[in-house]
């Protein structure tokens, strides 16, 4: 006798070891290196064409497609000349409308296959664009030629979100402002820029803070460059300008850079002229007196979640009297601190528990005091201030080289504490 029920389970079982067999199948060598996608039924389900690697070893296409989310993604991951789709590979990818398009290349590839590549891209079809570039020391910069084609992909009108990585690609003042003109896009709203040991002085900053104004989101790496205390300024100034930030994420490495307390007066300006932001990551390194000038930064009435990564800043036990404000921040509910390399000792740490303690909002903390020549002594304030917080739900510290003994241990865990200590 026909039992629908058994048949309906024997056949999702077929179609369910099919699928799992084609996902962990490798494709043959002659197989096309780019799909296109198929629904299976319209509007309902989609199917994710990924070709992982080949017998040389790539990373080639991802493209998810469903009609009825709009979220369709391009990626392309390329080792070496070989892994560029074709152009007409990628006219029958944007003959889907994609979204957002990710291209990762290696230093392998060359410069002209790359700008055959960004040629065939049509620029005014898609909204997001992440672009990441690297180059080996001792080879040479990119070519204008291919920093201009880049700049061109900002001719989309709807252009929202870009996000740029040049790694020890040697820019330079001039390379900077051959690739500026992307940002010029009127719609643009979030931007990560990259020149992660990049040779950009002070004065090259200048091609990109014009387009700050308009920005709701904004992440930075300038280290390993030759910023000094002038660039660094006009920088944090621009940045004060941008009032619609809600995200902003500034990473600078002190090595190669110019930087002393002079220059990082300019956080200052900060405190009371971003009304609408809530994510403020600031990872500083080698770079003394960032503690002294956040002050004002309770006037940032939106903040809910602060992370300061600052090792090897010469942090002592004073300094930390500075972060006496984060008590006041109304909205606060998340906080990172991270002073590896430190000089705060016991009683820097207690300022701090001192500071925290009973804020009204805060709900997660971690702690970083590596080398920080933490003891138990500290331990009373560290379980005050878990159980005391009346909103904290997580409070984790991370103190390499602490001297706490088991007991010590067994009595911080047992107050709530996640600690990592070695």
Known sequence: ???????????????????????????????????????????????????????????????????????????????????????????????????????????????????????????????IYHVELCRREGEEPLPFSLLGRIAQLGQAKILQEVKLSFLGCHLGDEGLKQVSPILAAPALESLALSLWKCEIPGRGLRHVTPH????????????????????????????????????????????????????????????????????????????????????????????????????????????????????????????SLDFANSRIGDGGLQHLCAHLTGVAHLRTLSLSVYDGQISEACAPALCGLARQSPALVSLRLSCLGANFSPVCQQGLTGCGIALHCI
């Not at 660039?231 to 009032?243: D, K, N, R, V, Y």
């Not at 979640?305 to 004073?318: D, K, S, T």
Request: hydrophobic share 45%; proline share 6%; net charge positive.
């Open 1 to 127: 006798f026909f039992r629908p029920a058994a048949f309906i389970a024997a056949l999702y079982s077929f179609i369910r070891s099919v699928l799992l067999f084609s996902r962990n199948c490798r494709v043959p060598e002659p197989f096309p290196r780019v799909i296109k996608m198929e629904t299976l039924v319209d509007d309902c389900l989609f199917r994710i064409a990924d070709y992982v690697r080949s017998h040389r070893g790539f990373c080639l296409v991802c493209v998810p497609w469903c009609r009825a989310a709009h979220n369709r993604r391009l990626k392309i991951h390329a080792r070496q000349n070989s892994d560029l789709p074709s152009p007409t590979a990628l006219a029958v990818m944007f003959a889907r409308r994609v979204r957002s398009v990710r291209l990762v290349v290696s230093d392998f590839v060359s410069d002209e296959a790359l700008a055959q590549l960004l040629e065939a891209f049509p620029p005014a079809r898609v909204p």
């Open 212 to 335: 700050f104004p308009k920005l709701r989101s904004l992440d930075l790496d300038l280290s390993f460059n030759d910023i000094d205390n002038m660039g660094l300024l006009a920088l944090l100034s621009a940045i004060s300008e941008a009032t619609e930030l809600t995200s902003l994420t500034l990473k600078l490495h002190n090595h190669k850079n110019h930087i002393s307390t002079f220059g990082i007066k300019g956080l200052a300006s900060l405190g009371g002229s971003l009304p609408k932001l809530r994510l403020l990551d600031l990872q500083f390194r080698a770079i003394p007196g960032v503690l002294l000038h956040m002050a004002e930064f309770h006037q940032l009435s939106s903040l809910t979640e602060l992370r300061l990564q600052m090792p090897h800043c010469g942090v002592n036990a004073p300094d930390t009297q500075h972060l006496a404000w984060v008590s006041r921040a109304p909205s606060l509910t998340a906080l």
